[in-house]
């Protein structure tokens, strides 16, 4: 059975750095590509980052690119989500997701969701 | 980068009725590299469709997609209680992989 368990979530002030955790199990983590995708209180999906099995590859969204890094430690199957300079517009719960495999023919729809983790920033 | 515009923005229907969302892209998705996610208050989403037409695992055969192009068709055939809910599209042809706003299935 597929896991995937957020961690890391909390308050923090504007400027403020959180890295949150991401914590996979049952599947073959270092073969699929990850993403995370946030949701701001009452309002849709927006996708942030994702990164490729091998952590070769990263991609990011304008509004986060140059503050949040994306990477992932294949040899404890976690992902993770460094966020810096953190501005109240982050304020969203974020999903750690997984992708379908490479060779599917559609590699980066997510099939499987974490629960979330929420992040609040606020002075 | 695709802009992806949901409508309507809000649907109310009463279960048994058909249901007919739709997905309009800012520049044509290649390959018809779009998914459909149906997100229930206080879960996750949960993946129905993807390459426009292909139903995920599990899902039942009264959730269909169609199109192509700029536009997309997400068609629930016979709404039952368990289907109203938030419905997203994705393109994820290249990045971004944006999603559209939403549009919230609600009983009537």
């Known amino acids: 059975e597929v896991r995937l368990l957020e961690s890391g979530g909390g308050l923090v002030q504007p400027g403020g750095s959180l890295r949150l955790s991401c914590a996979a199990s049952?599947?073959?983590?270092?073969?699929?590509?990850m993403t995370w995708v946030r949701q701001a209180p009452g309002k849709g999906l927006e996708w942030v980052s994702a990164?490729?099995?091998?952590?070769?590859?990263?991609f990011y969204a304008d509004s986060v690119k140059g503050r949040f890094t994306v990477s992932r430690d294949n040899s404890k199957n976690i992902l993770y989500l460094q966020m810096n300079s953190l501005r109240a517009e982050d304020t969203a719960v974020f999903y750690c997701?997984?992708?379908?495999?490479?060779?599917?023919?559609?590699?980066?729809?997510?099939?499987?969701w974490g629960q979330g983790t929420l992040v609040t920033v606020s002075s | 980068e695709v802009v992806l515009t949901q409508s309507p923005g809000t649907l109310s229907l009463s279960p048994g009725e058909r249901a007919t969302l739709s997905c309009r892209a800012s520049?044509?998705?290649?390959?018809?590299?779009l998914a459909w996610y149906q997100q229930k208050p206080g879960q996750p989403p949960r993946l129905l469709i993807y390459?426009?037409?292909t139903r995920a695992a599990g899902v039942p055969d009264r959730f269909s997609g169609s199109g192509s192009g700029t536009d997309f068709t997400l068609s629930i055939s016979r709404l039952e209680p368990e289907d109203f809910a938030v419905y997203y599209c994705?393109?994820?042809?290249?990045?971004?992989?944006?999603f559209g706003q939403g549009t919230k299935l609600e009983i009537k």
């Open positions: 520049q044509s998705v290649n390959s018809g590299q």
């Open positions: 049952g599947f073959a983590f270092s073969r699929y590509a």
């Open positions: 390459a426009a037409s």
């Open positions: 990164i490729s099995g091998s952590g070769g590859s990263t």
């Open positions: 994705q393109d994820y042809d290249d990045s971004p992989y944006n």
């Open positions: 997701a997984k992708y379908l495999p490479e060779d599917s023919g559609s590699p980066r729809v997510v099939d499987y």
